[in-house]
Structures are given as structure tokens and as C-alpha cells.
């Protein structure tokens, strides 16, 4: 690997943040200190150097969270310290949202503009923070900037921030709901960390629930609080079915995965288990990006030995022993929760060479990502865990027999996994009793926007939108309801002549939309449909990695043609702009590689239907 | 030891061997298309190891390098071959089935003990025996070299201190193991197949030997063949120097700038009574020229074969007419034959290699249409039902063996002959850059951000200790002659060792450095190793320096 790099070093606290992932540089021929008696005569490296490339996104991250930024001789020092070439480090380095190349202040306020923070007054506050603080994004001659960020996850506290500030004692912490740009500033230079917000859900102590009966009532630092709410039954009951049993199950149960595209787990569990290529890898998918989606960071908060268990029984179902949580980048309390939950289940053996002393091996791995919506597509999570940019594979072949570093492997969203302890404690079938179809079970749906109650509900499948609406409080303020946005960004709009829908996949389907992440956001009279249409676009223009045409040029297409609607300024008639968005969300939706570029119009198009563009 | 000179092995067989080792070349560098095929073996698993005192682009691929001190590369390889045969990993059927001397080349090595071996060439015991027992216990390894072995007073030695070890482990004669040459351009393995050498006919036909060869060419040609060989390179500069060659037809060479000690070849080419140059540039020694030839760009301007470093023979096509007066090599030829008396038509490339054909039997079967139609063959292909041979020397693996077994050689260690002392304290071993080609006769013409000119390449801990900075114009002086170059500071390099090409004569006179001793089997100059020294120069007036400046040192 000839790596051209530049003559100016890293600096030492560059140098730091790389050596807490890396370990200290063994050679000057990796970046360290040259001992030329030895080291003229030999080297080593190769293959050994650069299969530590999966390391590349935290060290990213660590420089990012140290310094605030990632200069030119930092990314050269990661370079050698990897045996990576500086394009294609520069090349990761820029995919993500969360990183810059270009000096930033240390302290930098994220402030959602997302749909669900719009509809709660984020321009207001953004409007206010420029006032305050000057352009975003600001140098590092200043001490604190702030940035518009896409959804963070907090629906629920709208309008949120992430407040991220770097030196040696990097920290995050979430704002939300935010009372005021002043309060935002103010707690954002506050050098403590304040408390973050206490994560609950509306429906805590009801006694239905199965998903979230222990959130907001048991410590999530405690394994014991978890043993003593029936945690680690289900891992019992597990070693009991033996593999072939807890897949027979898991297939009986009818369980489809819950982050949008609801294909079987079973199959899934199955199809990996029978490789013979070894070593099998499981991924937990926790990059939940999906605008109006925030029910994975709730479990995950509120219940993380929950997660924990699941995997563990998915990684001995599936006979790997290896399993990441691939957490999305904008969920520190998320990170620091289930750091601290994975560290305690290995102390006490729940991880490691010999779980439960059952002699089966399985430990669990968290990798952060870095803002970027995309790393959710299964093999994008894949390329980002490997060092790449995370953009997604061409499928097939499909990840059950080539997935992370080639080899075969489960990913698995939060919430399906969640399912898997109650279909092994007390069967499939009991499971497969509650929802009809390819609906079993009950399904966490995040209430948002202009809701009364906003917040993650656990009902079952079938239940009639009027009546989740009705559950949440319906409408805020008792105002009229204008549209309901169903599966998020990647979703569609139902008019309010739609509350009789049942919420299951075929009933949705049917109408020609979809539950997708179970997002369910609501717009009342006032909120101007078209600005919500064009917030889309711009996020899907953003978030899309580039890689295919229909897609990079179609996002951008279709935010043009939104914005000469909006400003009035069309393109011959209102009907020939749509008619166009209608040619490029067909494109988009023919062509595109992934799900990204395959739902960018989805939205759209079904506002057009229910009429925002009628005069 | 294998009779015919070329590579063994294919640029596939290099996508799917277990181990490569380059040894004395920076492929990456200056074999870049090998180096990709190089790159997806190692890319689908294969180890790399590279032997070579610069820690190269290529070495920094490798999983382990051995930066053995310039010159020693018989003491790396015995050590190595005593490791594996004191392990007992030495192919001991294959050994008995397809080789001779063994016995003579274990005692050989004996003395090459793992101390020693480090004594002699810098490099720690352990790694050498890393890299011994990786080579020996690997299922399929392929070793490769170049100018890093054969620029050497002693390049033949070097060479089959190599092929010992092949020999050793039989790692030649089967797929994914060989023995490669690597070949500097895209032909060069093409001008020795034509017999562009002095020993050889075309299709490595013994000139000497081979007396039923050479009864088959005189009855092609109808005129007898002289049965001595010819002088090779550095034997015509000798036969300058004692005044017994006094005409020279030079194609396509620059030797004005790319000999070793340019001094003395410069004055020997401006001694010669008459010198004709047929090049597609007008170069130094074009300069120095009594008639100049210009000819054809043999890749667009012209048609033919060109052979690559894996034997393929590849079809050339001419895309372009060439400019001015230049006219087709093969024009000029058959043009002088005639004007001296000979009327040999105007034959076509094709004709021409029809001929070879019914001449050189590993050529027989590539008929202009069989090598489109094939997408180049690899030789020898004998008749036009043989499929080419993708790896040579599979004769060695079959029983009864074919053909006469390989000799083990035996090969000593024998130092540089410009030797170190107090006085030229630095080792200097010369190279070549991606972006530029030798002299730069081609490579110069146009501009490249990647050209940076000439520099003498330091360790940083020389420079320190010199009291140098980056770009600092230095003296560099050997026993022979002396130049000034801006010095670069290149980390790659290890105090003592010092680096530079000759891409940039006009700038700095790098062969008046080198010496030419040269290899009595090869007529190679050691261009590899020179010792020299660097130093500072006194600050001058403005005047002078820019006096300096505008001569070009």
C-alpha cells in the first residue's frame, strides 16, 4: 500500500484519540516512533495491518469526539496506523453526517428540523439560535455553533437537540423538548452533563404489554431488576428447545421483522443457521433513522438486557458467535445504557466463552454509527461495520449467505428481536394467536406531531388507527385532523377518511401504504402540508449515498419540482410538475439499488393523491 | 537452468497463488500492471512477502519485508535454504525426481547459518526464517524479481540463488508456483524471444549450439549464420574502449544517458567513426548521431507482436500514420537491405512472423488469426492445435521426467564491488518511479504532477546528521564522478541507504555515479550498488548559484 501522505503530524491529543481505539503504535512504519536499527531491516503488516480496517469508523469517531473535527494530518496518521489510502479514508470520513474535515467549533447544538420538530416550532428555535449564535456551523475559533440535523429519534420530545461537545472529556446529551434558543445555549454551556430525559412510555403499567411491560419500571443498570421481571427465562427456555427448537418456534410464530421491509425471521434464523461457512456473524440493527421513529432507542433505554437476551438466543439459534448492535450515532443515552448492560451480563456470565455456563460462546459488540440515515439498509450497516462507506449492496447475494465481511449473517431490527423472548417463553403458536396472517403479535407504533400524547404504544396487530389515535389522546388541542404520515419518510400520508384502517401489513398494504417502522405522525389544520412534502425531499436528497443514478439525480429532481410548486414558479402547469415528480418517483422506485431510493417518492405520491397540490 | 528465458508462471496463476514474493522489485512502481494481477492474489488471501533494502510501495503491501543491506540477497536466500532444509521442508521427491546437485548445494548453504545470514544482510534471524518457512510450507508460492537481482556485479549468481530455492521446495512447474522475471516494458520479453541477444536465435535457439538450428535459418535465409556468439552490451563498450567497434546502429536505446559511469560511454560514443540512431525521439545520443533513423511508435504506428512478461504474444495494431518522415521500422530495414544489395521485398508483420514461425518451433502455432482469435498465446505453442502453455517447466513434474533434470547451482555470497569506507560512507542504489520511464527519453516529454525531477532520497536521521533540509542542493560524489541534486527526505529509507533514479540525465547525471561493473555472464552493470557521499555546499553568491542553476548541475 503506497500511501502518498502529508508531511505535517498529527497532533498529539489526534494522535490519542487514535491510540484509545488502536492501541499505541508499535512502529514508526504505523505512524509511531522510528527505532531505525530494527525497523530499517523489517516490517510487518499486510494482511494483519489492513484487517483492522473495521476499526476505521471509531477511530473516526474518536478523533471527531476529541478535537471536534478531523484535520488532513489526522487522517493521514489513520492511514498509516490502518494501512487504508487517504482517498478512502477521506472518502468515509465525509459519508457521515456527524463527522467534518473542516475545523468546528467544540460544541455544536444538532438541532432537529425534522418533520415531527417542525410541526413543534423547530424553525422558530433554529430562526432564534442564528440570531444568537451567527451562521451554523461555525470554526473552531468558536467555542459553540449549532446545525440543522435530520430526525434524532426524540419524536417524542419535540423539538430536540443533541448537544455533542468534543475534548478530552467528550460528551453528548439530548435536549427535549427545548423550551428556548436560550435555554438550549445555556444548557448546551453548561460544562456538567445534565440529566438526560427519563425515557417512559405513556402506556407504563398497563397490563397488556409484552414488548414494553418492563420499560420505566425496572433500572435499566440492573440485571438483577431485569432477572426479577422474568429476564433470562427466555435464554433458559432457549437452551431447553436446543437450536432446531427455538427456530421451529421463532417460524411458528409467524414473526416478520419490524424495521419496515416484515420479512420472516424464521426464514431468515434458518436459512443462516444451515451455512456452512463459518464464522456465522448477527447484527442488531439499531440505526433507527427513519423520521418519526424513536420505539428501538425506547427499548433500548428502558430495557436493554431485553436486547441482550434476544441476541444472545438469536446468536445461539444461528450459531454465531459474534454479535454487533450497530447503534445509530444520535443516541448517546442509548450507547451509554447498553454499554453499561453488556458489560454487567458479561461479568455475570450471561456473555462470553461459556454463557451460562451452557458452554456456548456468544458476546456482543456495540458500533456506533455517524449520522447517516442509510446505514440502516441491512448492507449499508454491513459496509459502514467494515470501514466502507456505507453504502448498500446489490442483493443477491443476500446477507444470509454473504452479509458482514462475507460471511453469513442475521440482522435483525431491535423490536423483532424483542419479540423473540415471548415466542420462546411460551410458544409460536400462543404468539401467532394475537394478529391474524402475516400480522402476529402486537407492534410498537411511535405517536408524533400533533398528537396529545406523543410516545411509543404497544398494541396489536389489527387494532384500527382511529382507536391507536384515540389512545394517544387524539389530536392535540382537540384541533382537526388534516393528515396522518404512516411508516415514516419512507411512508405515505392517509387523509382522515382513514382511521378505519387496520393497522396490519395487509390491510395497509392494500391501501397502498404501509406500518413500515410503526411511525404514525400527525398534522392537524394548521400545518402547511407542502412544507412537510418538501422537508422530505430535502431529506432524502441528502441522505441518499450517491452510489446509483436514479436515485443521487431523482432526490435531487424531485426537491426541484417541489420547490417551483411551492414558490409557484412551475414548469408549464401544475399538472405537467406532476406529472413529471410522477416520471421521477418511477424511476427512483424501478431502479434505485436499495430501499432508499425505492421509497423517496412514496411520500409524495400519496400526497398528491390525497390533494395538498388541488387549488 | 531452464534453457529459455522467460517467466513460468501466468498473471492468473498469480490471482490464485498462496504466496508471492518479490524480490528486488518495486512492481508496484515500475510493473504496474503486473502489480495489479499481484493485487487481487493478495486481495483473495495470498501472503506477500518483498525483499528489498528500500521499504518500496510495494514492500508497504507486503505482509512482512526484509530490508536486506544492498548486495546480499545470495546470503538471504542461502540463510533461507538452510532454515528449510534444517527443518526438513525441502521437497525432498521433487528433488530427487527433477533436480541434480543438491548435495553439493546443502554444503553450500551450510555455512549460511541464521547469525550469519542476519551478519550479512542486516535483516533479524527471526524474520529470515519467517519468511523461510512461510515460502517452504506454502502450498503455492510464486517468486518473482527484477532489476533488484540482476543490476549486480554478480546478477547471474543472484538469479540462480533464486531459482535454488524454487528448486528447493519445488515451487516451480505447477500452477500457482513459478519463477518470473518480471519485464521492464511491454516487449522486452518479446526482443529476447526474436533473438535480440547475442547468444540466441529467435525462439532461444543456441547460436553455438544448436547447430541444427542455425542449418535451419541459413536455409531459410539462404546465407550462412555465424556461429560464435555476439557481444552483449557492455562488451561493445569494451570493444569501443580497444577500438575494435567502430560503428553502431543503435534501436530504440539511449545509452548515452542510461549507461552506468555515462562519462565514459558518452566519450566512447563520440569516439566511434560512425553512429546511426533509429529512434521515435530525438535523444542524447540521437544528438550525438551521424545519421538519424526516425521511425514509428511500435504500439500505434505500426503493425506486430509484443510478448509480456507472462509469454503472451499479443497482436499490435497500427491506429495512427506516423508524422513527418518517420517510416515502419520494418521499412527502414528491408530499405537498408536493399540499398546494401539485398532485395528482400516489402514483407508485411505478417509475412515477417509467418517466417518465425516456420523458424522458431515455440512459435509455430500462433498464426495471426489463432492469436486474435485467442486473445494473445502463451509459448511455446508448437503447432496450431496447442493451446499456448500457461506455466512452463510441468515437464519437471512428470514421470518419467521429460527433458534433463534442473541443476541446483552453487552460489556464494560476494559483496558490492564499490565498497563502503570512510570516505563513501553511504550506499546508493539506483531506481525508477512510477510516473517515469528510464532516461525519460519517452516519459519526459510531458507533463505530470507526479514528475518532481531528480533528488537524492536520505533517511531523515542522515540528513539530520548532515545538517541537510528538504530541497537543500547537495554534492553526491562517488569514486567515479560527482553531481549536485536537491535532496528529498524519504522516511522509506534507513541511514546509510541512499536513493535515485535516472529519469532526469538533463538535471542530474545519476549513472555518473554508478559503476559498471558488470556481470561476466549477463554483461548487467551493478547499478544497484554504489558508495557515495553527500555533502553540503558552501553557500555561494546568488551569481554563482544561478550560474549553477541554469547549467543543470
Redesign the interface.
Known amino acids: 500500500?503506497?500511501?502518498r501522505l502529508g508531511s505535517v503530524a498529527a497532533s498529539p491529543a489526534e494522535r490519542e484519540a487514535v491510540a484509545s481505539v488502536l492501541g499505541p503504535a508499535v512502529s514508526?512504519?504505523e505512524g509511531g516512533t522510528?527505532a531505525?536499527e530494527?525497523?530499517?531491516?523489517?516490517?510487518?503488516?499486510?494482511?494483519?495491518a489492513r484487517a483492522r480496517r473495521h476499526l476505521l469508523l471509531p477511530v473516526l469517531r474518536a478523533v471527531q469526539e476529541r478535537v471536534g473535527w478531523i484535520s488532513e494530518p489526522a487522517l493521514d496518521h489513520i492511514c498509516e496506523r490502518l494501512?487504508v489510502a487517504p482517498s478512502d479514508v477521506y472518502g468515509v470520513a465525509t459519508f457521515y453526517g456527524l463527522l467534518t474535515v473542516e475545523p468546528r467549533a467544540p460544541r455544536v447544538i444538532h438541532v432537529c428540523e425534522d418533520i415531527a420538530c417542525k410541526c413543534a416550532g423547530a424553525d422558530e428555535l433554529i430562526a432564534r439560535l442564528e440570531e444568537r449564535l451567527g451562521p451554523e456551523n461555525a470554526d473552531d475559533s468558536h467555542e459553540v455553533t449549532w446545525l440543522r440535523s435530520p430526525c434524532l429519534g426524540q419524536c417524542d420530545r419535540a423539538p430536540a437537540a443533541l448537544v455533542t461537545t468534543a475534548g478530552d472529556e467528550p460528551s453528548e446529551h439530548v435536549l427535549g423538548p427545548v423550551p428556548s434558543a436560550d435555554a438550549a445555549i445555556a444548557q448546551a454551556a453548561d460544562g456538567g452533563r445534565p440529566a438526560d430525559p427519563r425515557t417512559t412510555v405513556p402506556q407504563e403499567g398497563a397490563p397488556d404489554l409484552r414488548l414494553l411491560h418492563r420499560v420505566g419500571r425496572v433500572s435499566p443498570h440492573s440485571l438483577d431488576d431485569y432477572r426479577s421481571q422474568g429476564g433470562y427465562a427466555a435464554l433458559r427456555r432457549a437452551l431447553e428447545l436446543g437450536p432446531e427448537g427455538v427456530i421451529r418456534e421463532v417460524k411458528d410464530s409467524g414473526l416478520v421483522g419490524r424495521g419496515g421491509a416484515a420479512f420472516p425471521t424464521g426464514v431468515k434464523w434458518e436459512a443462516v443457521a444451515r451455512q456452512p461457512r463459518r464464522p456465522h456473524y448477527l447484527v442488531c440493527n439499531a440505526d433507527e433513522s427513519e423520521p418519526g421513529t424513536f420505539k428501538d432507542r425506547v427499548l433500548m433505554e428502558g430495557d436493554p438486557f431485553a436486547v441482550i437476551e434476544a441476541m444472545t438466543i438469536a446468536g445461539y439459534a444461528t450459531a454465531c458467535e459474534h454479535g454487533y448492535i450497530y447503534l445509530r450515532g444520535e443516541y448517546p443515552q442509548a450507547f451509554e445504557i447498553l454499554t453499561s448492560a453488556i458489560d454487567e451480563a458479561r461479568s455475570r456470565g450471561m456473555l462470553g466463552a461459556d454463557v451460562l455456563g451452557h458452554g456456548f460462546s456468544f458476546d456482543i459488540e456495540i458500533r456506533r454509527g455517524a449520522g447517516a440515515y442509510i446505514c440502516g439498509e441491512e448492507t449499508a450497516i454491513f459496509n459502514s461495520i467494515e470501514g466502507y462507506r456505507g453504502e448498500p449492496r446489490s442483493k443477491p447475494p443476500f446477507p444470509v449467505s454473504e452479509g458482514l465481511f462475507g460471511l453469513p449473517t442475521v440482522v435483525n431490527n431491535v423490536e423483532t428481536l424483542v419479540n423473540v423472548l415471548e415466542i420462546v417463553l411460551f410458544g409460536g403458536r400462543a404468539f401467532a394467536n394475537v394478529g391474524e396472517g402475516v400480522s402476529t403479535g402486537t407492534r410498537l407504533f411511535c405517536l408524533s406531531g400533533c398528537v396529545e400524547s406523543p410516545g411509543v404504544y404497544e398494541v396489536p396487530y389489527g387494532t384500527r388507527l382511529g382507536e391507536l389515535i384515540e389512545l394517544a389522546g387524539g389530536v392535540a388541542g382537540g384541533r382537526d385532523l388534516q393528515a396522518v404520515l404512516l411508516g415514516g419518510a419512507a411512508g405515505s400520508f392517509v387523509g382522515p377518511g382513514d382511521l378505519d384502517l387496520e393497522l396490519t401489513i395487509e390491510a395497509a398494504r392494500e391501501v397502498g401504504t404501509t406500518l413500515g417502522s410503526g411511525v404514525v405522525m400527525l398534522f392537524d389544520d394548521r400545518v402547511d402540508m407542502r412544507a412537510m412534502l418538501t422537508r422530505i425531499a430535502a431529506f432524502f436528497r441528502d441522505e441518499s449515498c450517491g452510489q446509483c443514478v436514479p436515485c443521487r439525480v431523482g432526490t435531487v429532481r424531485q426537491e426541484e419540482a417541489l420547490a417551483r410548486l411551492m414558490s409557484g414558479q412551475t414548469r408549464g402547469s401544475v399538472e405537467d410538475e406532476l406529472s413529471l415528480l410522477g416520471e421521477i418517483g418511477a424511476c427512483m422506485t424501478d431502479a434505485s439499488i436499495c430501499g432508499l431510493g425505492q421509497t423517496a417518492y412514496s411520500a409524495v405520491r400519496s400526497a398528491v393523491a390525497l390533494g395538498v397540490f388541488d387549488d | 537452468v531452464f534453457g529459455a528465458g522467460g517467466g513460468t508462471s501466468s498473471y492468473r496463476e498469480i490471482e490464485q497463488t498462496d504466496l508471492v514474493v518479490l524480490w528486488g522489485s518495486n512492481a508496484?512502481?515500475t510493473h504496474p500492471i503486473f502489480f495489479h494481477h499481484l493485487l487481487k492474489g493478495?486481495h483473495n488471501?495470498a501472503?506477500?512477502i518483498s525483499v528489498d533494502p528500500r521499504?518500496t510501495?510495494?514492500?508497504?503491501?507486503?505482509?512482512?519485508?526484509?530490508?536486506?543491506d544492498v548486495g546480499s540477497d545470495i546470503a538471504l536466500a542461502n540463510a533461507m535454504a538452510r532454515v528449510i532444509i534444517h527443518a526438513g521442508l525441502h521437497n525432498k521427491a521433487f528433488i530427487e525426481h527433477a533436480t541434480t546437485g543438491f548435495d553439493e548445494y546443502a554444503a553450500c548453504v551450510e555455512p549460511y547459518t541464521l547469525e550469519e545470514g542476519e551478519r550479512l544482510?542486516?535483516?533479524?534471524a527471526d524474520?529470515i526464517r519467517d519468511a523461510a518457512l512461510a515460502y517452504a510450507r506454502a502450498d503455492r508460492a510464486i517468486l518473482c524479481w527484477t532489476l533488484g537481482i540482476t543490476e549486480h556485479h554478480n546478477a547471474v549468481d543472484n538469479v540462480l540463488a533464486l531459482i535454488n530455492l524454487g528448486l528447493l521446495c519445488g515451487h516451480v512447474g505447477r500452477w500457482g508456483s513459478g519463477l518470473n522475471p518480471l519485464r521492464g516494458q511491454n516487449n522486452v520479453q518479446g526482443g529476447g524471444d526474436m533473438g535480440a541477444i547475442p547468444n540466441k536465435l529467435p525462439g532461444f535457439q543456441d547460436i553455438e549450439k544448436d547447430s541444427e538450428a542455425r542449418a535451419r535459418f541459413e536455409a531459410a535465409w539462404g546465407t550462412p549464420v555465424d556461429p560464435h556468439y555476439g557481444w552483449h552490451l557492455s562488451e561493445m563498450f569494451e570493444g569501443m574502449e580497444r577500438g575494435d567497434l567502430r560503428t553502431l546502429y543503435v534501436i530504440g536505446e539511449n545509452p548515452a544517458q542510461s549507461e552506468a559511469d555515462t562519462g565514459r560511454a558518452r566519450a566512447l560514443l563520440e569516439g566511434l567513426d560512425f553512429l546511426v540512431v533509429q529512434d521515435i525521439l530525438f535523444t542524447q545520443t540521437a544528438a550525438m548521431a551521424d545519421v538519424v533513423l526516425p521511425t514509428t511508435a511500435s504500439w500505434c504506428e505500426s503493425e506486430g507482436t509484443v510478448t509480456n512478461s507472462e509469454r503472451r504474444v499479443q497482436r499490435v495494431r497500427k491506429a495512427l500514420d506516423p508524422p513527418g518522415d518517420a517510416r515502419d521500422d520494418m521499412w527502414i530495414l528491408a530499405e537498408l537491405a536493399r540499398r546494401l544489395g539485398f532485395d528482400w521485398g516489402q514483407p508485411t508483420a505478417e509475412e515477417a512472423w509467418d517466417e518465425l514461425r516456420s523458424l522458431s518451433p515455440m512459435h509455430a502455432g500462433m498464426s495471426y488469426q489463432r492469436l486474435e482469435q485467442m486473445g494473445g498465446i502463451q509459448w511455446p505453442c508448437f503447432d496450431e492445435t496447442h493451446p499456448g502453455s500457461p506455466f512452463l517447466h510441468e515437464r519437471l513434474w512428470a514421470d518419467p521426467l521429460v527433458g534433463p533434470p534442473a541443476p541446483f547451482s552453487v552460489v556464494e555470497h560476494d559483496p558490492p564491488v564499490d565498497e563502503l569506507d570512510s570516505s563513501f560512507p553511504i550506499r546508493l542504489t539506483t531506481g525508477r518511479r512510477l510516473e517515469s520511464y528510464n532516461t525519460g527519453a519517452q516519459s519526459g516529454l510531458y507533463n505530470s504532477p507526479l514528475h518532481r525531477g531528480e533528488t537524492i532520497d536520505l533517511?531523515?536521521?542522515d540528513v539530520h546528521k548532515l545538517g541537510l533540509s528538504e530541497g537543500e542542493m547537495v554534492r553526491v560524489s562517488s569514486r567515479r564522478g560527482s553531481v549536485e541534486a536537491p535532496v528529498h527526505v524519504d522516511?522509506n529509507l534507513?541511514?546509510g541507504?541512499a536513493f535515485m533514479t535516472f529519469h532526469f540525465p538533463e538535471q542530474v547525471e545519476t549513472n555518473k555515479l554508478t559503476i559498471d561493473a558488470t556481470d561476466p555472464k549477463s554483461g548487467t552493470a551493478e547499478f544497484k550498488a554504489s558508495a557515495i557521499r553527500v555533502e553540503k555546499i558552501p553557500r555561494r553568491e546568488p551569481s554563482d548559484a544561478a550560474a549553477l542553476m541554469s547549467k543543470g548541475a
Open positions: 500500500m503506497d500511501l514508526r512504519w522510528r531505525d530494527t525497523e530499517g531491516h523489517v516490517a510487518r503488516g499486510g494482511h494483519e494501512t | 508496484r512502481e493478495v488471501g501472503r506477500m521499504r510501495t510495494s514492500a508497504q503491501w507486503a505482509d512482512l519485508w526484509l530490508g536486506l544482510t542486516g535483516v533479524p524474520s533517511s531523515p536521521e522516511s534507513r541511514p541507504l
